[in-house]
């Protein structure tokens, strides 16, 4: 779901299939909608008992039939994605030796800022990367972190940075909702990664300068664990009439809410490369960030928009209230945010990369 679920459809949907043939294997219950090559065929699929949380037992069958299926299909090449997938796609890999690319979507262990969780889920990255892996790593930050903290040497740490393909007019489906002028948004479900309490502390910072701004979260749903922690926020500050809160809805949609908004904030505590930011770029919107990994990738402080690394409500709150007060900068960044886009992050050209590593990992 979420990051991992677009990050495979747009690699199925792009990859020359005259290079590549792709088998996509995943959870029973992720998702219902077909995964579809760049002519709009249906790749081969299968579904596996593998769910978000540890649970050994389904993890253990999960290894298992993931080792029948690559004894089956004989791949040159295993890309798994997020921390789950590495671990599956890894296991079964020693019976077959079969380089495995891993995408980690930001690796799990950063959801622990520290303890024996922490250790835990470190040592076990730790553990895993000697077993066929090769990192191939969402965003620099990610790579230099696989590398200073799990242990990757340089050679084994590549970088394919997630990337979209332009977003059309016609992409843009109507969300529906009656949403007020003065608006700006984020996509994040309410979870210790994201950090929509702090953004909450923002947004009441920020009513004393602009009462009337609104924030619209969206992707609130499926997995939001602080979701009642959120609430409670809103709800202490007053700010019912000035959060709106909306489950997962069409990405479609989703582009239409945030090419309507007057910027994008994140308040995230790590990511990998969040697919909201560079859909964010690409529709040409002003953004303000925490600096953590993924988002200093994408947004240059002063120059597409601010990337705030003291952890200061005031100071977001600041940058926020002159991005929406002076339409000049604005504009600005937001011209620089259509450049960087077109420039690093356009699947287009950017896929050509990824069929190149895939094919020199069978030369390995």
């Known amino acids: ?19 590549v043939e792709t088998v996509v294997v995943h959870g029973i219950s992720d998702t219902k909608r077909p995964f579809l090559d760049r002519n709009g065929v249906e790749v081969r699929s299968y579904r596996l008992p593998i769910e978000r949380e540890i649970q050994p037992w389904k993890d253990l069958k999960s290894i298992f039939k993931t080792a029948s299926i690559l004894r089956k299909e004989r791949p040159d090449v295993i890309h ?8 599956i796609a890894r296991a079964a890999s020693i019976f077959f030796r079969r380089t495995v690319l891993h995408t ?23 553990m895993f ?27 084994r740490a590549l970088l394919f940075s997630n990337s979209i393909r332009d977003i059309e007019p016609e992409q843009m489906m109507n969300p529906s909702l009656e949403l007020p002028e003065d608006y700006i948004c984020t996509v994040g479900r309410p979870s210790f990664q994201k950090n929509i309490e702090w953004m909450i502390e923002v947004i009441h910072k920020l009513k004393e300068q602009a009462p009337r701004t609104h924030l619209v979260v969206m992707g609130v749903g499926e997995y939001s664990p602080n979701k009642e922690a959120v609430e409670g926020l809103i ?7 000035r959060v709106t809160m909306i489950p997962w809805i069409e990405r479609e949609k989703i582009f239409s809410i ?33 600096d953590c990994d993924g988002n200093r990738d994408l947004v240059e402080d002063g120059k ?18 002159a ?33 190149e590593i895939y094919l020199n990992q069978v030369k390995v």
Request: proline share 3%; hydrophobic share 35%.
């Open 1 to 19: 779901m979420g990051g991992v679920d677009v990050s495979l459809r747009l690699i199925v949907e792009n990859i020359d299939t005259d290079k």
């Open 80 to 87: 798994a994605h997020s921390a789950k997938g590495g671990i």
């Open 104 to 126: 980690p979507q930001a690796y799990s262990f950063m959801s622990e800022p520290k303890g024996f969780k922490r250790r835990v889920f470190l040592g076990i990255e730790q």
């Open 129 to 155: 990367r000697r077993i066929n892996s090769v990192l191939l790593a969402s965003s620099e930050s990610e790579r230099q972190r696989g590398m200073r903290e799990v242990g990757y040497k340089p050679e």
């Open 235 to 241: 709800a202490k500050y007053g700010l019912e009439n």
């Open 258 to 290: 945030i090419k309507n908004s007057r910027l994008y904030i994140s308040t995230a505590r790590y990511e990998g490369l969040p697919y909201s930011i560079i859909e964010s770029l690409a529709l040409g919107k002003a953004c303000v960030v925490t």
């Open 304 to 321: 597409n928009g601010y990337v705030i690394s003291d952890h200061s409500v005031d100071r977001m709150a600041n940058c926020i209230f």
């Open 323 to 355: 991005l929406i007060s002076d339409p000049t900068k604005r504009a600005e960044f937001e011209s620089h945010s259509r450049s960087r886009f077109e420039i690093e992050f356009d699947m287009e050209k950017n896929i050509k990369l990824l069929e």
